[in-house]
């Protein structure tokens, strides 16, 4: 793997019908966000060729939006990361590392926030942006990182919905 990218989900419905988390929908403002950072990442030249998904609704649907900026991405939903912690989060990226260049994970905060920060800070990112991403990790948020032979991320770019003319809140 030469790349990661970890994206929150777009926006949910406060409640799902059934009144189980894990079936929360998009709201409609999620569904366009989620295509429109799928759009940004396409741009900027960050393509996934393999997708690791938590299995809850929002973040499928988070990946279904965001996929058609992409061809040829292979999917794995996966129900372990369903508001999975960062251990749990790092030993699925590192079952696929030698499976795909670039992995792109979609999950929840906080282990997807608290994950994008450990990785700054283990990589000597600059204190700002390790404070700019401490803040805050909107829905709708991609924090893409490059990974060395050694395993070591490198930060290499924060993508927010809001600043592509998006919604993305907490």
Same mark, same amino acid.
């Given at each position: ?51 690791? &998904? ?22 794995? /939903? ?42 700054? &800070? ?21 924090? &893409?990182?490059? &990974? ?11 993508? /927010? ?10």
């Amino acid at each position: 793997m030469d790349r990661l990218i970890l994206f929150r989900h777009a926006k949910a419905e406060r409640t799902a019908p059934s009144g189980d988390d894990h079936d929360r929908s998009l709201t409609e403002r999620g569904r366009e966000d989620a295509r429109l950072m799928g759009q940004v990442l396409a741009d900027a030249g960050v393509k996934p060729d393999l997708a690791l &998904v938590s299995d809850a609704q929002r973040t499928r649907q988070t990946w279904t939006e965001a996929a058609r900026a992409f061809d040829g991405v292979a999917l794995r /939903l996966e129900s372990r990361l369903y508001n999975a912690g960062t251990q749990a989060l790092r030993a699925a990226v590192e079952e696929v590392e030698d499976q795909a260049a670039t992995v792109v994970l979609v999950g929840h905060n906080p282990g997807i926030h608290s994950l994008a920060v450990e990785l700054l &800070v283990e990589g000597g990112a600059a204190p700002s942006t390790i404070e700019k991403l401490r803040s805050k990790f909107p829905t709708a948020t991609a924090a &893409v990182f490059t &990974v060395d032979a050694a395993g070591r991320a490198a930060y290499d770019g924060l993508y /927010l919905a809001k600043d592509h003319g998006g919604g993305g809140e907490e």
